[in-house]
């Protein structure tokens, strides 16, 4: 069993930089495969940025967005630069052990509450 609890959202400018935190409790953290999505009001919850020993990033956010690991600490991060107002939404923590390439909600076993990120213009 793996608890997730995100940090770090907020209200923000268009232009400005964040980073968001996901604390794991439980075992074996460095096994899992660690991503994050997010969903805007409406909107089916999307793919953001995923970790195992590499990074694959969706197209909206490569280049702006870097997520890494402290496997010591038992922690994620999602660093979010150049942030627009298209990337408003709740962000998502998600952990996973069974799945493939780590891109799709239906590859993580675990989740977090989720982090309210607001980008105004």
């Known amino acids: 069993q793996v608890q997730l609890v995100e940090s770090g959202g907020g209200l923000v400018q268009a232009g400005d930089s964040l980073t968001l935190s996901c604390a794991a409790s439980g075992r074996a953290f460095s096994r899992y495969a660690m991503g994050w999505f997010r969903q805007a009001p409406g909107k089916e919850r999307q793919f953001v940025a995923r970790?195992?020993?590499?990074?694959y990033y969706a197209d909206s956010v490569k280049g702006r967005f870097t997520i890494s690991r402290d496997n010591a600490r038992n922690t994620v991060y999602l660093q979010m630069n150049s942030l627009k107002p298209e990337d408003t939404a709740v962000y998502y923590c998600a952990a996973g052990l069974r799945g493939s390439y780590y891109s799709t909600a239906d590859e993580y076993d675990y989740w977090g509450q989720g982090t309210q990120v607001t980008v105004s213009s």
């Open positions: 970790i195992r020993w590499d990074t």
